[in-house]
């Protein structure tokens, strides 16, 4: 149901102090990364550490995330890197995003640590509860979901954390569930799950009634406008050759492949829903993080006939496995995804931190290595207790060992990088999926569609230039974020995903 007022909600896990105010949304360019990062900064004590009780943590859906408007279900998470070293931003899918912004609620900020274990908010429309989930300890990724869709109800949503992350290890992630069906959720790449781990906290768990397959609208200056709109844009977004073909054929593998040649789609095949049941108990294959999202690139990565991998994320493992280490083997990619997943880490982080560690040891990577790893990691033995400390770990570890790769991660981007970097910020903020980027980024008509969005979404008058502004005024408080050792790499990040859209538009030419 549409609510009057959107809120942002504060709330305090060490008093259990829960405060709502007003979210003034007219016209306003303070959403999204923006909004994310400027509740970040007034709620978490600048000076405190990553897993300080005085760190804070920001979850804000898209602007336009709860709306109809397509493949837009995102929401940001934002929290401070360890050593005062400026704001983590995780951009994040699933079920809950959408959650939130249906039910009015601009943000959620965490604040505190909670004085119990598995410390788990409970969000009813703009209610809170503070309570916990007995018998949490210990237990894998699968069984927490399994356990908060019994206490909350089937169509809950949440994110929340494994195992890895109630030890606060650094390369613990969050995991986030998708509607009930399958798959049950996902751990993305980007982790805070040591946060979550520090603060006591298990999941935050927003309550729905219903499976929200159709859409109400949040709050919406112009809500006639914006579903006309948001139509148009899904028509653009569907006629585009990649989000309208290749990704729902074949799914994100084929973004690995390299798009300038066209013979590696005969290497594709798309996964039948009969083959996938035949994996799993569910009926609902999802296809979709969402089921407002018109490319629907889940449950279809199937290669040359072999194994189907339910996200892009799996399928990413696989490609690092085969870059890295030259292992082509859908099998132990499986069982990494699964594994790590299980843990509540990122599998495809999982791989970079191991190369990484072999390339600190002096050890050259074998299957049962990468599988021995994981097994350390469940163990909590020192070894797996490296392993889970991540790159910011390994550095500290390694530091002499760990000079060139860090010197090979910056560099001065280009003007054209920074183009494509303030095209996607702007598309984060607004909740959009990255792979919306190919029918929007550089196109003059999508942006237009874009701003009249904002301006039926918001009020006041948008444009494509006001979009960029307000995409730049977050990469500058992103800058402003980072001191010391952090202070030049902040403005020098670009999303790894830029490099994917060049080849795109040399394929164009
Ligand atoms: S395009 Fe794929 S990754 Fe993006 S929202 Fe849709 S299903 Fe998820």
Not at 205 to 233: D, G, K, W, Y
Request: with cysteine; glycine share 10%.
């Amino acid at each position: 149901m549409q609510s009057k007022n959107e809120v942002v909600l504060i709330i305090n896990l060490t008093d259990g102090s829960v405060e709502k105010k007003p979210y003034p949304m007219e016209n306003t360019m303070t959403y999204g990364r923006l909004l994310a990062l400027e509740l970040l900064r007034q709620y978490g004590e600048s000076r405190a550490n990553r897993l300080d009780e005085g760190n804070a943590i920001a979850l804000v859906p898209g602007l336009f995330t709860g709306n109809p408007a397509p493949s837009a279900g995102r929401m940001l998470l934002v929290t401070q890197k360890d050593g005062n070293a400026g704001a983590q931003i995780c951009n994040i899918t699933g079920n809950l995003p959408e959650a939130l912004g249906r039910n009015g609620i601009a943000a959620v900020v965490i604040c505190g640590r909670y004085g119990k274990e598995n410390g788990i908010i409970r969000i009813s429309g703009q209610e809170v509860q503070l309570e916990t989930l007995p018998g949490a300890t210990g237990k894998d990724t699968g069984r927490i979901v399994r356990a908060l869709r019994a206490v909350y109800g089937k169509n809950c949503a949440a994110v929340g954390i494994g195992p890895a992350g109630e030890r606060k290890l650094s390369a613990a992630a969050v995991f986030s569930t998708y509607a009930e069906g399958y798959p049950e959720y996902y751990v993305p790449r980007t982790c805070v799950g040591d946060v979550f781990g520090a603060k006591g906290l298990r999941a935050v768990v927003v309550e729905e009634e219903s499976q929200a397959r159709t859409h109400t609208l949040r709050n919406t200056e112009n809500p006639e406008c914006f579903e006309i709109l948001a139509t148009e844009l899904a028509n653009r977004i569907r006629r585009n050759e990649i989000c309208g073909n290749a990704l729902p054929s074949y799914g994100a593998a084929i973004l690995q492949s390299g798009l300038n040649d066209r013979t590696v789609f005969d290497q594709f095949s798309d996964a039948s829903v009969p083959e996938i049941q035949r994996m799993t108990e569910f009926d609902n294959i999802h296809h979709g993080c969402t089921p407002l999202c018109v490319i629907g690139c889940l449950n279809r990565h199937a290669r040359r006939q072999r194994k189907i991998f339910t996200n892009p994320l799996a399928i990413e493992t696989g490609a690092l496995i085969r870059k890295y280490f030259g292992i082509d083997d859908d099998e132990l990619t499986f069982r990494i995804v699964k594994q790590s997943e299980d843990l509540g880490i990122s599998s495809a982080e999982y791989i970079e931190n191991f190369r990484l560690y072999s390339k600190c040891i002096g050890e050259t990577v074998t299957e049962e290595s990468l599988i021995g790893g994981l097994d350390e990691i469940e163990k909590d033995s020192p070894e797996g207790r490296i392993l889970g400390s991540g790159e910011a770990g390994l550095r500290m570890l390694y530091p002499d060992r760990m000079t060139k790769d860090a010197m090979e991660a910056r560099r001065e981007p280009s003007e054209r990088e920074k183009s494509l970097r303030e095209q996607i910020v702007a598309l984060d903020s607004l909740g959009f999926c990255i792979f919306t980027a190919f029918a929007i980024i550089d196109n003059s008509e999508s942006w237009k569609l874009l701003a009249k969005m904002t301006e039926a979404r918001l009020g006041g008058d948008w444009t494509k230039q006001k979009l960029m502004e307000q995409s730049r005024k977050s990469l500058q408080m992103e800058a402003d974020f980072s001191r010391v050792q952090a202070e030049a790499k902040a403005g020098t990040e670009i999303p790894g995903f830029a490099s994917v859209l060049e080849q795109y538009r040399e394929m164009k030419k």
